[in-house]
C-alpha cells in the first residue's frame, strides 16, 4: 500500500507561478514512478507528467517548457512547479504512484488560474 498527500494548490493569475508537492509513505520502496495528472470540468482526466524511478522524466505537450517534476527521495516526495500558468491550466491535480500491483492517487488539490 501507498498513501499520497497533495498540497499546494491555490487561485493564482494568469503567468503566475505555484509549486505543487506529493508526500508518499508506505510501501515507497514498490513505486516505479509518479505522475502527476489533472482533471479539468467536464474533461477527461490527462497525464501531466511523470518521473521514472530512474529519474527520467515525460511532459505532456500542453506543459512543456513551463512545468517541472521533480523529486526529493529522502523525503519520498515529487514536486510538480507550474509556471506560465494559463487559465486552461485550472484543473485538480492528482499524483499517482504507478506499481506493478496498481496505481496509487492522492486526493487532489485545486489549481485555478484567473485573467
Known amino acids: 500500500q501507498v498513501q499520497l498527500v497533495e498540497s499546494g494548490g491555490d487561485s493564482v493569475q494568469v503567468g503566475g507561478s505555484l509549486r505543487l508537492s506529493c508526500a508518499a509513505s508506505?510501501?515507497?520502496?514498490?513505486?516505479?514512478?509518479m505522475n502527476w495528472h489533472r482533471q479539468a470540468p467536464g474533461k477527461q482526466r490527462e497525464l501531466v507528467a511523470r518521473i521514472t524511478k530512474g529519474g527520467i522524466t515525460n511532459y505532456a505537450d500542453s506543459v512543456k517548457g513551463r512545468f517541472t517534476i521533480s523529486r526529493n527521495i529522502a523525503k519520498d516526495t515529487v514536486y510538480l512547479q507550474m509556471n506560465s500558468l494559463k487559465p486552461e491550466d485550472t484543473a485538480v491535480y492528482y499524483c499517482?504512484?504507478?506499481?506493478?500491483?496498481?496505481?496509487?492517487w492522492g486526493q487532489g488539490t485545486q489549481v485555478t488560474v484567473s485573467s
Open positions: 508506505g510501501n515507497v520502496f514498490s513505486i516505479n514512478a
Open positions: 499517482a504512484a504507478v506499481t506493478i500491483e496498481k496505481n496509487y
